[in-house]
């Protein structure tokens, strides 16, 4: 590897590691800010879901809009939008309609930052590499979340009340403006031709199905996964975060290992795995109390939520699908987008749904209609051709 192609990775991984030390920031404290700021309930908690995923939905428009800019633009664009969201937060934070903008504005910037990411990932990495290099990404950022998490965990230590919300959203904004320095020092003139806007082809059809029902999975868990831990088990701000940067320890092994079996064994094998797996954590997470003693219950869905994260880092598997069918790097970006904005459909609307069954059935009926999902995951996952070769 050259001094220029050396140079020009360290700039992007030092942006992917930075942004996503702003979502490790942001995620530990949502819940909780939602929680001790504003009191909100269960079913209001579920409704807030929309608004926060709404750009995730709209990101393939914003990526189309953006097409014509290089593609590492588009990431100082989302950086610089997570800088105003996070820094107006601080501020004005206390306002339940300022907060509810400016959660849209930082949800704005964490998405369109994904397929940046994916698409710089994916295209500079020769094929039957990609899971091994997503997975090298995936570990890294999953260490920049790590330090996000740990930073939440410092200052709730020393500042106990609501003002450590503040000081977090402030901190956080300043390494939203390192990524987008980073960024800055991008180049990468082979990924600088135009972008297709929006791509919609017969030939990406199941993955945008699988999408979707990756969508439906994501939001149950990231939304109520946290919830039950703390309306049910009695978590603090602290103790969560205590618990991703556990989640965060775990998975930078694990993501490693994970793109190499990507490459190994191929898309279907890793997210049939997945599949099985989701619906243990799902069980685990509605029906420990029952079956078990508080502590054991409460180990029981810690273990869980750690789980539950490093499953994440198996959807890798759906990019790396999409660019061995993908006929030129020109594709990838609006596919992704596509997809990005096709999960959120689901993400959109399931909280509010699931909130609803959360008020009148309680928690436990949330995770068993969740288990449901993951067997229709699983099944859709068998779809999957066994190997995949590029299309023509």
Avoid at 301 to 317: E, G, K, P
Avoid at 364 to 388: D, G, Q, W
Wanted: charged share 10%; hydrophobic share 55%; net charge positive.
């Amino acid at each position: 590897m050259g001094q220029v192609e050396k140079k020009t990775l360290f700039w992007f991984m030092t942006a992917a590691f930075c942004f996503m030390a702003v979502v490790g920031m942001w995620d530990p404290v949502l819940s909780n800010y939602l929680d001790e700021v504003f009191n909100i309930s269960d079913q209001t908690r579920g409704y807030l879901e929309f608004p926060r995923e709404f750009p995730g939905f709209m990101v393939v428009v914003m990526t189309g809009v953006l097409a014509a800019l290089p593609i590492a633009r588009v990431g100082i664009i989302a950086a610089g939008l997570c800088i105003v969201g996070l820094l107006s937060m601080a501020a004005f934070g206390g306002s339940f309609a300022m907060m509810v903008a400016m959660m849209i504005l930082i949800s704005s910037g964490v998405h369109l930052n994904m397929p940046v990411v994916s698409t710089i990932t994916l295209a500079s990495t020769p094929e039957g590499k990609r899971g091994r290099r997503l997975g090298q990404i995936e570990a890294l950022t999953t260490c920049g979340f790590l330090l996000g998490a740990g930073i939440v965990w410092l200052v709730c230590h020393f500042r106990p009340d609501t003002s450590k919300f503040s000081t977090i959203f402030v901190i956080s904004s300043f390494a939203a403006a390192l990524a987008a320095f980073a960024y800055s020092r991008l180049h990468l003139p082979e990924l600088h031709q135009k972008r297709s806007r929006i791509v919609l082809h017969k030939k990406f059809s199941l993955y945008y199905w699988l999408e979707f029902l990756f969508g439906a999975r994501k939001q149950v868990f990231l939304t109520f996964g946290p919830w039950v831990l703390i309306r049910v088990y009695g978590l603090e701000t602290s103790q969560i975060a205590q618990l991703y940067i556990v989640s965060s320890l775990v998975g930078v092994g694990f993501k490693l290992i994970a793109g190499r079996a990507i490459d190994h064994f191929g898309e279907r094998v890793i997210l049939s795995i997945d599949a099985v797996m989701l619906v243990v954590v799902c069980l685990g997470y509605g029906y420990a109390k029952h079956y078990f003693a508080e502590t054991p219950a409460f180990y029981i869905a810690s273990a869980c939520f750690v789980v539950d994260h490093m499953l994440f880092s198996l959807s890798q598997a759906r990019s790396v699908y999409v660019a061995r069918i993908s006929s030129n790097p020109s594709e990838l970006t609006g596919t992704l987008s596509l997809g990005i904005s096709i999960n959120h459909i689901a993400s959109m609307a399931i909280p509010s749904c699931a909130g609803l069954v959360w008020a009148a059935f309680g928690y436990e009926k949330v995770f068993l209609l969740a288990t449901v999902l993951a067997a229709v995951v699983f099944v859709s996952v068998l779809m999957l051709p066994a190997k995949v070769r590029a299309a023509a």
